[in-house]
């Protein structure tokens, strides 16, 4: 994931989140297309209820989705610029020898949203 901050500069905007609007993009590989697709993702807060189609809860809320055959070019472009991050579900993705320290630099960029 990757998202606007204030500190964001309009280069790394463009290169980042790019042509499609909003101001946040999510992206997963191929691999992972099929199992976004079809599971059954529980919010967290009661009372529990499905959150339902994953694609349709991006559009409602004007976050891209990017599909991506190999997740580490993004994540390098990500990491070197000043937009906000996370990679907590990196490990998951088809990345050889993930590194703890390869998914953050700066701790406070990485806020949860």
């Known amino acids: 994931m990757a998202w606007v901050t204030p500190s964001t500069v309009d280069i790394d905007r463009d290169r980042i989140i790019g042509a499609g609007g909003g101001e946040r993009v999510h992206a997963i590989e191929y691999g992972w297309l099929d199992a976004m ?13 499905p959150v339902g189609d994953l694609f ?24 070197a610029r000043t937009v906000g991050f996370s990679g907590i579900r990196l490990p998951s993705a088809a990345l050889p020898s993930v590194k703890r320290s ?8 990485m806020t949860h949203h």
């Open 56 to 79: 349709a809860v991006h559009e409602a809320a004007s976050i891209q989705l990017r599909v991506l055959a190999h997740l580490r070019p993004f994540w390098q472009e990500v990491i």
């Open 37 to 49: 697709r079809t599971v059954r993702l529980y919010a967290y807060r009661l009372p529990a209820e």
């Open 102 to 109: 390869d998914l953050s630099l700066d701790p406070s960029r």
